[in-house]
Every structure is written in C-alpha cells, then in structure tokens.
C-alpha cells in the first residue's frame, strides 16, 4: 500500500508498506474495469422489455434518454431468441442421426 500526504508546511510525504490480504488481491482487474458512471445504468428486463415495450420507453423518456435503444434492445433479444432456437433444432437433429447411426450406438 502506498500512501502520500502533504505536512503542514505543503511538503508531501510517502510511505510505502506491504499488506497481505486474505484471500487474494480485491483490486478490480484492469482489464475488466468499468468506470462508475456507467455502472449506474440499471438493467432492462428482457421480460418487460417485450411484454411491454412502451413502458420501458416511457422510462426512457421520463429519464430524459433516447427511447431508440428500445428497438435496439427487441432487435438483439429476437436475434438471441432465434438464434437459441436455431441451436436447439440442430442439436435435436445431431442427436437423432447419432441414435440412427449403429456405428455410435455402442459408445
């Protein structure tokens, strides 16, 4: 830890000191790192989002933000939903050419 203070007559002073932590560093990765003024952003439930999707623009709006990431929000979610839906078909499709096929039936 290192800390730097300024005395009464404006010089600056340092100490340096090592602390050891239980249970590893809890310092945010750097990597990782999210400025605070982002982190209050709240979160759009996707099941309002489409069950009511003028409330949340309401919200919006009331919040003085564009409605537009709205249409956005509804675009990526029937895109993700989709894409889910693709997914499963074709692994249900994988499985039953694997139940079909007696080479893989004895694995």
């Known amino acids: 830890m290192r800390a730097i ?3 009464s007559d404006g010089k600056l002073f340092m100490s340096s000191r090592w602390v050891k932590a239980a249970g590893g560093c809890s310092a945010p990765n750097a990597r990782n790192f999210v400025p605070p003024a982002l ?8 099941k309002v989002l489409r ?3 003028d409330r949340v623009r309401a919200a919006q ?4 933000l564009s409605d537009d990431v709205v249409d956005r929000a509804l ?4 895109a ?16 039953q050419l694997g139940k079909q096929s007696p080479f893989f039936s004895g694995l």
């Open 5 to 7: 203070g300024e005395t």
């Open 39 to 46: 982190i209050k952003a709240e979160t759009i439930d996707p």
């Open 51 to 53: 069950e009511d999707p």
């Open 61 to 64: 709006a009331k919040r003085g």
């Open 75 to 78: 675009a990526a979610d029937a």
């Open 80 to 95: 993700r939903r989709s894409a889910i839906a693709t997914f499963e078909a074709r692994r249900a499709e994988q499985k």
